[in-house]
């Protein structure tokens, strides 16, 4: 019963801060140096390791989906699947683990390691406000950074799928595009980008809120850093249903 | 070009508010003797009593020293007087403003006059010397690049670190990052500085530095500074009057002199080092024979 009233006034806390953080955003913006650098941070450095897990996500949905295609003869719809998979769900959630595993835990650790060090404390000393100079930068960097990365994600996906699919295991490639092209609708690609930004909110901001509220030793910061990972992989799964099923229920 | 109008109108719309409540502060404060008044303080941490009824006054243009035992929340009565915790009970007067009735903004425009100095110096990790001394001054004011240069180059000269100005906080030894700490507090020209544990882990030559610094700043400024420390000797050099806080309350306060000579015996265990007296040597335990021969050793965890 008792972590029961605590998991809720957790969850409560979260999205009070989370309020907080969307009052403080629109000043922040204006700040452009501040999110910029966040964004360079969180997005630009996390590329590589988005392009090259992107690469081989594609590769392996090209190489499963047509080898069993094949036995029903219908590995032609291959770019079509691929795409659909990539764009629909394995783009948005597998770049928004990775982006918890690479800039989330970043983020928190840092967050975390400024209160130990008494790097919040001192602002707030300087009357300058730590969640609009320190916290809203961070969480606007990083729910910029992840819709982007999805993107590239998926393209280098279908990249991968392509590359597999048609020179190395002869499928035709007008095929493919063609298939492609026709299968997928307007609604798959919204469904992707709305996933995508969904997601990054959520990721940066369960980030922030662990390294903000981390208690201020080295184990804190450990356990703050651990809980991102672990809170946000568990949210984006949840959060994937949900929006999966609305956007069946929408779409028929 | 209606991006940049709007944003030029909100940064006057901000700046202009902040000069307002600053005029008005300065007004009410004209002629207050004390910079600080702590009014029957209480607080509490959890169970733990930590102030039962403190009542301490800081004057104006005075080093002003606080001392007290491990654990008697000198940390803490720090943070009462900057308003980063409420009292339970009582009030602080904070340069003529009372920190309970101050609204959010209110009280951040009352700290931009207090500059502190935190034990291990708090320095930005993600700026080097020069970034850290000019944060302030970039988050506050909208002042052209060779002022900013100007000012922070000149408070790195007062602590004698100009030289070190483009180095990184990782780069610096203890004693020199206190030192960008105290230029950095010194920035945005305050009226109390307050320095928490300015001594602790510094080399005798660092030492030296910082308690002539305190000493410096603070007839040079005409500032009031505000010395939390239990570093008797050190201490006794640079402040016009110490407060020797203990059991939540303030137990003896006067010139340095004045306490050395105390008649308690508390202030006299304190004040010359001495191991055991009305705080005692031992932490409460249970009988030490008893404990000793004891067969039942999980008691010893205070678990049964």
């Known amino acids: 019963m008792h972590t029961l009233t605590e998991a809720l006034r957790n969850f409560g806390a979260l999205q009070l801060f989370f309020v907080r953080l969307l009052r403080e955003s629109p000043a922040v913006m204006l700040r452009i140096g501040l999110v910029s650098r966040q964004v360079f941070k969180a997005g630009a450095q996390s590329l590589m390791l988005i392009m090259v897990c992107g690469f081989f996500v594609g590769a392996v949905i090209g190489l499963q989906s047509y080898s069993n295609l094949l036995r029903f003869g219908a590995e032609d719809v291959v770019g079509q699947f691929a795409a659909l998979a990539l764009m629909k769900e394995l783009g948005p959630v597998i770049t928004a683990l990775l982006f918890a595993g690479r800039a989330g835990t970043a983020l928190a650790s840092e967050i975390g390691l400024m209160r130990t060090t008494d790097q919040l404390s001192a602002m707030e000393m300087m009357a300058v406000d730590p969640i609009s100079r320190v916290v809203v930068p961070r969480f606007l960097g990083g729910a910029i950074s992840l819709p982007l990365l999805n993107c590239i994600f998926t393209a280098v996906g279908i990249l991968g799928a392509y590359i597999v699919a048609v020179p190395l295991m002869g499928l035709d490639g007008g095929a493919f595009w063609s298939e492609l092209r026709q299968g997928v609708a307007d609604y798959d690609v919204n469904e992707g980008i709305i996933k995508g930004v969904v997601f990054g909110i959520t990721a940066s901001l369960i980030a922030v809120w662990e390294g903000y509220n981390a208690i201020p030793t080295a184990e804190g910061v450990g356990r703050a850093t651990t809980r991102t990972v672990v809170n946000t992989a568990v949210a984006i799964l949840i959060f994937d249903f949900m929006i999966t099923a609305v956007a069946i229920g929408s779409t028929g | ?304």
């Not at chain 2, 803490?76 to 339970?88: E, S, V």
């Open chain 2, 1 to 304: 070009m209606l991006v940049v109008a709007r944003m030029q109108h909100w940064r006057d719309k901000l700046l202009s508010r902040g000069t307002k409540l600053d005029v008005r502060g300065l007004r009410d404060t004209m002629d207050q003797k004390n910079i600080v008044e702590i009014d029957d303080l209480h607080y509490a941490r959890g169970s733990r009593q930590i102030f039962k009824g403190l009542n301490l006054e800081i004057k104006r243009g005075e080093v002003t020293a606080i001392m007290g035992p491990s654990g008697t929340g000198k940390t803490t009565l720090l943070r009462l007087i900057t308003g980063q915790l409420l009292p339970d009970r009582g009030r602080v007067r904070v340069d003529g403003q009372w920190l309970g009735e101050l609204r959010r903004a209110q009280m951040y425009q009352l700290r931009r006059n207090i500059g502190m100095l935190f034990q291990n110096g708090a320095l930005l990790t993600d700026l080097n010397v020069f970034e850290n001394v000019a944060f302030p001054l970039r988050e506050h004011f909208d002042l052209p690049q060779r002022l900013i240069r100007h000012i922070v180059l000149t408070k790195l000269h007062a602590v004698g670190l100009r030289g070190a100005a483009y180095m990184e906080p990782g780069e610096l030894s203890g004693g020199m990052a206190r030192r960008v700490a105290l230029a950095r507090a010194m920035a945005m020209d305050p009226k109390i500085l307050i320095y928490d544990e300015p001594f602790v882990g510094l080399d005798p030559i660092s030492m030296g530095v910082i308690v002539r610094l305190v000493r410096r700043m603070n007839d040079a400024l005409n500032i009031s500074s505000i010395v939390v420390s239990h570093d008797v000797q050190e201490i006794s050099s640079v402040a016009d009057r110490s407060y020797l806080i203990s059991d939540g309350r303030v137990a003896a306060s006067g010139s340095p002199d004045e306490l050395s000579n105390a008649p308690s015996e508390l202030v006299r265990q304190f004040m010359h080092g001495m191991a055991d007296g009305p705080v005692p040597f031992h932490f409460p335990a249970p009988d030490y024979a008893s404990q000793l021969f004891n067969d039942r050793p999980v008691d010893d965890q205070g678990e049964s």
